[in-house]
């Protein structure tokens, strides 16, 4: 009962949608009030429904009722409770719903802090939001319905898939919506402008927390999929290139280059048209993540729970959407006011100068992921594009970009003092070189990629503390005054330090791969092995069952200086019902460093052959995402977007803020 | 030679027991070894999804990583040895695409990317440049602009 209760509130979700997209839209263009008032109340109604019909399918989880065909292919009765929750999202259709009820809360949340935004543009953009999950919403009833039942109910299920059984994918998949669905709300409100027909400071105030939301999501998503991929697959690396990863990796950075756009449209009024198109672009490659992923068009690693069947389903939702937003943009676009003028040497050129770069490595990954299909549709020719193209194109953009990053953020808005700026960031270029200098003097010999790749994360920290530092610190010192202005600084400049910062962490974390140790071994009980600074010696191998499988693997003690820090286990697992065993790495951390163990065999005469690495500051690479997640957040909670424009504007006594200059 | 890959994938399926790089495949001579790691790491795993023969599991793989010892243990070149792959197995094997005339657009697009939207850039800073070297004098609403900017920096410092 319960089940056909989601599945009537799914279908009920359509229609609301349906006048969600319809009515607010039609009220827009014919400015009538009674029309764009729908907007607010249907969006909320849709939230509940999908809601409604997202905690049937979970309750269905929960309870293992098995004569759900969905609940059948991906639980079992004896998952634990967080493999339930979390199994609703590992399949096709159960990720699609979490999708629409990620994109349907949103819509709900513009329209709950709607209050004060214009309400044409407001009924336009839930249109906008409506449309989008009208299309997703009948894709899943049409194509991927998680409610149909079976006829013949078996006793228990088939189990979740045991890569997919992991804390990691508890959290992965919902980080990641939340951040590609969360970029709908900039598009929207881009194609909500395009209609309305005006775009100003006030909108770019209006979208940016979205796109900033949107971003921490994904970073986060970003961080967590790669830290998954590192412990699970037991490979030991933390990116592969893989399409289904640059899928994901796409969207963050037009999303990055958004983020940057809307500060300048925000504070100077200019690069309006810049950042409209970048806000259809970014959710069009949210779009096209989800096709790559859902489709199953390209062969990789992640493309389990995918089906090529509704591939061409969703690639007419891409189309309408991505053709329809860039068809607004071409028609529309030329009304809009330009804005304030700078020069090329200010803030402004420089946050010009790093969309460029994004916008060239998004074309490096697109092109990348997408090019070996195109060839093959028109050509018939098989070429593979792996890790090697992406570190020779994508790569140095990145480079160049970081080394520029401390420039523009030291430089001012309109009209910069690059020379001024230099003498500023001296001190910060110094000390980084001599870093350099001395890592390299006492690592010679080793890969001089690690000691100049840390010099450049050094160098963003330096600059992002520089950039602080030179905002607070007084002519004559004063401590009252430092703190003084600590505290008054705004927090989204904070947040902007900490989260160049963050990235500099990651870099760090990212070049000191190149000291990594890797050591392959067969293996006997007793026997010393060195791996960077740490022994390890095989205990003994053991075989156990856990919950739902087996496993036989190897313990590792770890030892420094005669000293025992602990033991490493690693083991191949065998799960019920599954034939391929998977690789439990194992990994302990010292420092900021990680030992990481990888089990090949346990061979009959009870030797083992394993991989053993010593990853030196390898933390930092997640670390760093962290931070910039942070950075943020903090951005998130500054006082500019939490009190929203509106009220800014009645405070400010009307037009001499809020007004498009 | 579909029914080729279906024989190869059978035996990848049922007889799963073989893992990435093992023990008794390295060579002796640490040099040939690096060399080796480094040109497996560029080559695709050709039944694995988007895996290198380096990191792969699968049988294939491990025949891939022997055969590109041998070879270099025979003394080939590396380009010798990757041109020999590709005569018996097609580019698909590599994962860093040669350069050709098929793969012109895949290498130059992020380049040409970076060219063409910084001459865009290039010719609206020329144009606002005029527009701001003009000799306009400021509006009466731009001068009221221009104090409250003035006032928000002297507070900002």
């Known amino acids: ?661 | 030679m579909m029914r080729r890959f279906l024989l190869l994938f059978a035996l990848i399926v049922f007889n799963a027991t073989a893992y990435a790089v093992e023990p008794d495949e390295i060579l002796k001579d640490p040099a040939l070894e690096v060399r080796a790691r480094s040109i497996s790491a560029e080559l695709r795993c050709l039944v694995c999804q988007n895996q290198s023969i380096d990191d792969s599991d699968a049988p294939l793989a491990r025949d891939l990583r022997l055969l590109v010892r041998d070879r270099l243990k025979a003394g080939e070149s590396d380009n010798q040895i990757r041109q020999y792959l590709v005569e018996r197995y097609g580019e698909f094997i590599l994962l860093k695409p040669r350069f050709a005339t098929d793969t012109i657009i895949l290498w130059g697009a992020p380049f040409f990317a970076l060219l063409i939207s910084g001459f865009f850039v290039w010719r609206a800073a020329q144009r606002r440049g005029a527009l701001s070297r003009s000799d306009v004098p400021l509006t009466d609403d731009e001068k009221a602009q221009l104090d409250r900017i003035l006032a928000n920096r002297s507070q900002n410092r």
């Not at chain 1, 050591?519 to 092995?529: D, F, L, N, V």
């Open chain 1, 1 to 661: 009962m319960i089940i056909e209760l989601g599945h009537y509130a799914l279908i009920l979700a359509i229609m609301t949608t349906f006048v969600q997209c319809v009515f607010p839209l039609w009220g827009a263009v014919r400015q009538d009030p009674w029309l764009q008032s729908m907007a607010r109340i249907s969006a909320f109604v849709t939230f509940a429904l999908v809601l409604l019909s997202y905690g049937a399918l979970t309750y269905a989880y929960l309870s293992s009722d098995f004569s759900v065909a969905n609940v059948v292919l991906n639980s079992h009765s004896t998952k634990p409770l967080i493999y339930k929750i979390s199994g609703v999202w590992s399949n096709h259709e159960g990720s699609m719903m979490l999708w629409v009820l990620i994109l349907v809360f949103f819509a709900a949340l513009v329209a709950f802090r709607g209050d004060g935004m214009p309400e044409r543009l407001l009924a336009s953009v839930l249109s906008v939001q409506g449309a989008i999950a009208l299309a997703f919403l009948i894709f899943i009833v049409l194509t991927s319905n998680p409610f149909l039942r079976v006829g013949d109910p078996p006793s228990d299920g088939q189990g979740l898939n045991p890569i997919l059984a992991d804390p990691g994918l508890a959290i992965h998949p919902p980080l990641l919506y939340l951040g590609y669905v969360g970029f709908s709300v900039a598009f929207s409100f881009a194609i909500g402008a395009l209609i309305h027909g005006r775009i100003d400071a006030i909108w770019a105030r209006f979208v940016r927390p979205w796109t900033l939301i949107a971003w921490i999501f994904l970073t986060l998503g970003i961080a967590m999929g790669s830290y998954w991929a590192y412990y699970e697959l037991g490979w030991g690396g933390w990116w592969f290139w893989d399409p289904v990863e640059n899928a994901s990796l796409m969207p963050w950075l037009m999303g990055t280059a958004l983020l940057h756009s809307t500060i300048v449209m925000e504070k100077r009024d200019a690069l309006k048209v810049w950042t409209i198109l970048l806000s259809i672009l970014t959710f069009s490659l949210s779009l096209l993540g989800t096709f790559l992923v859902r489709s199953g068009v390209i062969t990789s690693v992640h493309s389990f729970a995918s089906d090529p069947g509704r591939g061409l389903f969703i690639l007419g939702i891409l189309v309408v959407f991505i053709g329809g937003g860039l068809l607004m943009f071409a028609l529309r676009a030329s009304s809009l006011r330009q804005g304030g003028l700078f020069a090329p040497v200010s803030r402004e050129g420089a946050l010009v100068l790093n969309n460029l770069f994004l916008a060239a490595s998004t074309v490096a990954v697109l092109v990348g992921t997408l090019y070996p299909l195109v060839l093959e549709t028109f050509s018939g020719a098989k070429i593979s594009v792996g890790a090697p193209y992406f570190n020779l194109t994508a790569v140095p953009l990145f480079i160049i970009l970081l080394v520029l990053v401390p420039f523009g953020q030291s430089l001012a808005w309109k009209r910069g003092d690059l020379l001024g700026v230099m003498q500023k960031l001296l001190f910060a270029f110094g000390m980084s070189v001599l870093a350099v200098m001395i890592i390299f003097a006492f690592t010679i010999g080793g890969p001089i990629m690690a000691p100049v790749g840390i010099g450049l994360g050094l160098w963003m920290i330096l600059g992002s503390a520089t950039d602080i530092f030179t905002r607070i610190w007084p002519l004559r010192f004063d401590i009252g005054v430092i703190v003084a202005r600590a505290w008054g600084l705004p927090r989204s400049a904070w947040g902007a330090a900490l989260a160049h910062a963050g990235l500099g962490i990651s870099v760090i974390g990212i070049a000191a791969t190149a000291w990594g140790v890797e050591h392959i071994s067969i293996t006997k009980a007793g026997e010393k092995i060195l791996v960077g600074p740490y022994t390890v010696a095989l205990e003994a191998s053991f075989k156990r069952s856990g919950q739902g499988y087996r496993e036989e693997g190897a313990r590792f003690l770890i030892t420094r200086d005669n000293q025992s820090l602990g033991a490493l286990e690693t083991s191949k697992r065998v799960h019920a019902g599954r034939e391929m065993p998977t690789t439990e790495a194992g990994i302990e951390t010292f420092g900021l460093g990680q030992l990481y163990a990888s089990l090949n065999e346990i061979l009959p005469d009870g030797r083992v052959s394993v991989h053993l690495y010593w990853k030196p500051l390898v933390t930092l690479i997640w670390g760093g995402s962290l931070v910039m997640a942070l950075g943020g957040a903090l951005s998130l909670s500054d006082r500019r977007v939490r009190i929203t424009a509106a009220e800014r504007v009645s405070r400010t006594t009307g037009k001499s803020r809020g007004a498009p200059a």
